[in-house]
T-cell receptor, first 113, second 114 residues
């Protein structure tokens, strides 16, 4: 497969454990945040989103936490599975009507069977 | 399968050349976005079109241009190619142009400039 980034931070997690991937964003005007998953050789895939008027949102096995005070976003994956192995990107949208997305550099999640 | 298609999947060309990448959005999506993903820069937003008109511009070089046609497909034109333009180019689409819309990404075009 293709690697995404030579110097990506890597998180190694045992299958079945919970994973926490962190992201710091820079623009205090950002009002919408998204987590994407990118598997080797594929395009990014939407996982979960959160608006700035929320601090927590839950999906299926995933939870996103938003701390606007310190401009920090995290993605929690419960009971991590081998299929979760991928690069995870957070993205921030600036407000103003047009979607101008800024992606973070990504974190590589490796699930150990 | 996101429903977004991109062609070609791979493209190898020489410095100084010009190439055109093509994207067909999901059925019903009016917005198209172009991104560049290189090893040292991560995913970089290039440009967005909505219903044929340019809506937002990111880190797009002057050597690059894009357009969206009446049938909503989009093309990204890269000219005077340099070695540093080698990257994965992704297209994404969304239903509208608003700031809180899920984007669906295509499989990408891998461009190699020799």
């Amino acid at each position: 497969g293709e690697s995404v980034g030579l110097h990506l931070p890597t998180l190694s997690v045992q299958e079945g454990d919970n994973s926490i991937i962190n992201c710091a964003y820079s623009n205090s005007a950002s009002d919408y945040f998204i987590w994407y998953k990118q598997e080797s050789g594929k395009g990014p895939q939407f996982i979960i989103d959160i608006r700035s008027n929320m601090d927590k949102r839950q999906g299926q096995r995933v939870t996103v936490l938003l701390n606007k005070t310190v401009k920090h976003l995290s993605l929690q994956i419960a009971a991590t599975q081998p299929g979760d192995s991928a690069v995870y990107f957070c993205a921030e949208n600036t407000s103003g009507g047009y979607q101008k997305v800024t992606f973070g550099t990504g974190t590589k999640l490796q699930v150990i069977p | 399968d996101s429903g977004v298609t991109q062609t070609p999947k791979h493209l190898i060309t020489a410095t100084g050349q010009r190439v055109t990448l093509r994207c067909s959005p999901r059925s019903g999506d009016l917005s198209v976005y172009w991104y560049q993903q290189s090893l040292d820069q991560g995913l970089q937003f290039l440009i967005q079109y909505y219903n044929g008109e340019e809506r937002a511009k990111g880190n797009i070089l002057e050597r690059f241009s894009a357009q969206q046609f009446p049938d909503l497909h989009s093309e990204l034109n890269l000219s005077s190619l340099e070695l540093g333009d080698s990257a994965l180019y992704f297209c994404a689409s969304s239903r509208t142009s608003g700031s809180q819309n899920e984007q669906f990404f295509g499989p990408g075009t891998r461009l190699t400039v020799l």
